[in-house]
């Protein structure tokens, strides 16, 4: 690809719209925007520029499909495939500053709020006022825009879905810089094409989101949650699809091995409240009455202790939720603490064959010789495996990565399976994407690319 | 070996309003929890458990709905539960609570260790569990960070005191209050829910103690005269520091060290 490179007179006009102070070249650019949170992919950006407004973007948008430079949106960071990487150079806009609420409509159960708010500031906010966000990602400093962009998922999911049942509208400015809205406070729409839902999950490639109009619901009055240790992980797996069976709604099923919750001991120096069981399954119920939710758990309980658990620990204030959520939500850091390096596989299979997915990675530790950790999703099919480095040489751990992968996404295709449940494909997913799709698809993605983006400047070299 | 844990029932949020006019808490629609301290104290009876042939008691003062954490108790691992719980009780400050308390202890003969939490999250004085002790006349200590030694003679434990930690050994019977860093309290079992589904909990009322004088107990008993109850200003002290990263981290290390956060 030919793109112009960065001169002066780009950087001018850069100033001319944002002013200097929010106009970064060379060393000003702080390191870490040239990768992403797992920092498998890296390039600098020629120049980052702090935007503030959708007039800025649009300007900037415009100038830079005239002049024919590449443009990489960028929130947090936090992404783990590439995504936020900009793998042209050129311009990245760091979207972090538009980071105001807007409106919050009552009427409508809607919250108006720019793409940089966090998602922890997103539970705050509506949460203080009984209104509740559902989504809920692992890694809470994300951003809103890069949950929609990567139609992020989290532990709600089983219940609730995932970010994309949350999007009413989005504002978005396309890459010859004209705004859209798309999509709006409706809660029906069958007007043509859903370009919004196009957006979603994007990856920053098709448009840039410069305003997002979500879905809220009342908050649920109370939450308990159930830890239950199983003697082996196949059994606390296998344990899922009954209990998705007993038509009983938890709103998360989550899965976690004893190294992971020793690796976050000791990441956080804290303990969790059990650790001597090899397997856990950790649920959460929520509802308006304590009756409603004893009802619904006791159920469960006894599915779970009928299928071999060991016992079921009942977490049910806030000192309890933080013990074991707070390790919960450092599992991916800790792993990473454990290790040199890793990568991961984000797989989603069908929720009846997580058991036999989970079973057959961990002989693939065996078979590759390599440590491989996973926890994940359980209850959505969701399953984040992370395979490490350790003390590996530089092209003994390229080529075993390489052939772990290889037969885990093979694998989860010929159960029925996808690439990425909720992470993306950015840049470093992109040939396993590549061969699920097939030739017919991966076109039809690349001609919706360039419906949107004909000269391929935004966020290029991504998702297909 | 016998060991009576206290426990209290408290609001279940940290954000309790206060009535403006009469200055009670507002616990109406809000949940009540076992007091998280107590949950430590607990904790600390059944690892004991776990290691000696040891009953545990919990016991409670307050309405009878405060049966609820006793169940709580048994789900943890307590094998017996008591409720004080008389109309004659209500009004108490924490000396006529201590006092009710230590009565209702000692009525089947003072167990070989008291443990309570260090405070409760709504009254949050501290003084409960030292005073039980001073009613009982046996030895205490308070802010216990952990317990180094046990036998059926006495307790060693470390004592966390605002500078130090003081090693210190007491006979038994004795009293210990345990501070939040003791230990990672285990979460209620649903199997030890189903096991004590039909487990009593004993009630008793003034009638059944051994000091029957009214005037000792409730409002009669409370020397303490609330004039005006009010939620403490939120805590927001910081500090922001300047200076190179060489002087900031020496500056955090003393800092950390200083907290206790760090051993040297």
């Known amino acids: 690809m030919n793109y112009k490179q960065i001169a002066s007179a780009d950087i001018d006009f850069l100033v001319s719209v944002c002013g200097t102070d929010r106009v970064y070249t060379g060393k000003a650019i702080n390191e870490d925007f040239s990768h992403d949170e797992l920092g498998g992919v890296s390039r600098m950006p020629d120049v980052m520029v702090e935007v503030t407004s959708t007039e800025e973007v649009s300007a900037i948008m415009k100038y830079a499909y005239d002049n024919n430079i590449p443009v990489t949106p960028r929130g947090q960071g936090t992404g783990l495939v590439g995504a936020s990487v900009a793998m042209h150079g050129g311009i990245m806009l760091n979207m972090c500053r538009m980071n105001h609420f807007l409106e919050l409509d009552e009427d409508n159960l809607t919250l108006t709020l720019e793409p940089g708010v966090l998602l922890m500031e997103i539970s705050k906010f509506v949460e203080e006022r009984d209104l509740f966000y559902p989504p809920d990602p692992g890694e809470k400093s994300a951003t809103i825009g890069g949950n929609i962009n990567t139609n992020a998922g989290g532990m709600r999911a089983v219940k609730y879905g995932v970010t994309r049942d949350y999007v009413r509208g989005l504002e978005v400015v396309m890459p010859d810089g004209t705004v859209m809205e798309l999509g709006g406070k409706v809660v029906k729409n069958s007007s043509g094409y859903s370009l919004k839902d196009m957006i979603v999950g994007s990856e920053g490639t098709l448009a840039i989101i410069t305003k997002a109009i979500l879905k809220l619901l009342p908050l649920p009055q109370k939450t308990i949650s159930l830890l239950i240790p199983f003697p082996e992980l196949e059994m606390a797996i296998e344990t899922v699809p009954k209990i998705i069976k007993s038509k009983a709604i938890p709103t998360a099923i989550e899965f976690m091995e004893r190294d992971v919750i020793l690796a976050a001991e000791e990441f956080l120096g804290k303990k969790f409240p059990d650790n001597t069981s090899d397997a856990y399954l950790l649920l959460t119920f929520d509802g308006n009455s304590k009756e409603e939710i004893e009802k619904a758990y006791e159920k469960v309980a006894h599915i779970c202790l009928d299928s071999g658990a060991l016992d079921v620990f009942i977490s049910n204030t806030q000192e309890r939720h933080a013990a074991i959520w707070s390790a919960r939500g450092a599992f991916l850091e800790a792993i990473k603490a454990s290790t040199t390096e890793m990568d991961e596989c984000d797989v989603v299979v069908p929720r009846k064959h997580v058991g036999e997915f989970v079973k057959f990675t961990r002989q693939l530790q065996d078979r590759f010789n390599i440590r491989i950790m996973s926890f994940g999703h359980a209850g959505d099919g969701n399953l984040h495996i992370y395979v490490l480095r350790d003390q590996l040489d530089e092209q003994t751990w390229k080529q075993k990565l390489h052939d772990v992968f290889e037969v885990m996404y093979s694998h989860a295709l010929e159960l029925g399976g996808k690439v990425s449940g909720e992470h993306g494909i950015g840049f470093a997913k992109k040939p396993y994407l590549n061969d699920s799709m097939g030739e017919y698809g991966i076109n039809l993605l690349r001609n919706i690319k360039l419906a949107f983006d004909p000269k391929n400047i935004l966020n290029p070299g991504k998702v297909c | ?264």
């Open chain 2, 1 to 264: 070996m016998k060991i009576t844990v206290c426990i209290k029932q408290v609001p279940g949020t940290s954000e309790v309003e206060v009535d403006e006019k009469t200055g009670v808490l507002k616990r109406d629609g809000i949940d009540s929890k076992m007091n998280p301290y107590d949950l430590f104290a607990l904790e600390s009876a059944i690892r004991i458990k776990q290691q000696f042939a040891t009953e545990v008691t919990a016991i409670t003062m307050g309405p009878p709905q405060a049966e609820e954490i006793i169940r709580e108790a048994y789900m943890m691992g307590a094998d017996d539960g008591v409720i004080l719980s008389d109309r004659r009780f209500a009004g108490s400050d924490v000396l006529a609570t201590a006092y009710t308390l230590s009565q209702g202890i000692a009525r089947d003969g003072i167990p070989d260790l008291i443990i309570c939490g260090k405070q409760t999250t709504d009254g949050d004085t501290a003084q409960v569990g030292p005073e039980i002790a001073e009613f009982l006349n046996i030895p205490h200590v308070a802010d216990v960070r952990k317990i180094i030694d046990l036998t059926s003679e006495h307790i060693k434990v470390e004592m966390d005191m605002p500078q130090t930690v003081e090693v210190v050994e007491v006979k038994l019977p004795a009293l210990i209050t345990v501070a939040k860093d003791i230990n990672e309290p285990r979460l209620p079992s649903f199997k030890l829910k189903l096991a004590s589904a039909g487990r009593p909990v004993k009630r008793l009322s003034l009638d059944d103690f051994s000091d029957q004088d009214e005037m000792n107990y409730g409002l009669n008993g409370s020397p303490t005269q609330v004039i005006k109850i009010f939620p403490p200003p939120a805590n927001d002290d910081h500090e922001i520091w300047e200076g190179s990263t060489t002087e900031l981290a020496g500056r955090l290390f003393e800092q950390l060290s200083e907290k206790k956060f760090l051993q040297r």
